[in-house]
């Protein structure tokens, strides 16, 4: 149980381009999601906290218009990377908490981004 | 400001030889202390959720412990498959974590 998926797993894409990454829930309804970001041999930096129905709330530092975060339903989130740039690149992962199971986040397998 | 701190930043062991990790916290209105494993290019596994100061939970070769100020992580008689980098957060609304430490088991 508490199976988290990301979609794609790896992205190349022009500077410029705009990107778009899922997260689903497979098998629960996830309360909220939330989005990382990762750089090599760094730790996990949270970029967003998203509920399903209303707008993320952004960590500072992070630039709402850049990251734009939808939470469509209870089993769905993306983040959308407009405007991607080579300082763009890193590894993105979701996570997302179970309904009534507490504070325990359950993470995806992330989305490694390249932007050239 | 929240902070957790994981020591040592690298650990190598042979098979069969214990050790303990460290985590060290100071998060406000804690809700829980959670240890997760993440092997490289993918996204952390979830191992344990404490709740309480001398609280304890189990699974395989590993042993998550609690107390007011830490928590560690035993693993007894690692195994090869073990390697990976051990992360530990401390959660509120939101996780904060630790840099992780990076296990190697050398067989």
């Known amino acids: 149980g508490a199976v988290v998926s990301q979609h794609p797993s790896r992205v190349i894409c022009k500077s410029g381009t705009s990107v778009k990454i899922e997260c689903r829930s497979l098998d629960f309804q996830a309360t909220t999601m939330f989005w990382y970001r990762q750089f090599p041999k760094q730790s996990l930096m949270l970029m967003a906290t998203s509920n399903e129905g209303s707008k993320a709330t952004y960590e500072q530092g992070v630039e709402k218009d850049k990251f734009l975060i939808n939470h469509a339903s209870l089993t769905l989130s993306t983040l959308t990377v407009t405007s991607a740039h080579p300082e763009d690149s890193s590894f993105y992962i979701c996570s997302a908490k179970v309904r009534g199971l507490g504070e325990t986040q359950y993470f995806g397998p992330g989305t490694r981004l390249l932007v050239l | ?107």
């Open chain 2, 1 to 107: 400001e929240d902070q957790v701190t994981q020591s040592p930043e690298a650990l190598r062991l042979q098979e069969g030889e214990s050790s303990s990790l460290n985590c060290s916290y100071t998060v406000s209105g804690l809700r829980g202390l959670f240890w997760y494993r993440q092997d490289p290019g993918k996204g952390p596994e979830f191992l344990f959720t404490l709740y309480s100061a001398g609280e304890e939970k189990e699974k395989e070769r590993l042993k998550a412990t609690l107390t007011k100020k830490e928590s560690f992580l035993h693993i007894t008689a690692p195994k090869p498959e073990d390697s990976a980098t051990y992360l530990c957060a401390g959660g509120n609304e939101k996780l904060t974590f630790g840099t992780g430490t990076r296990l190697t088991i050398i067989p």
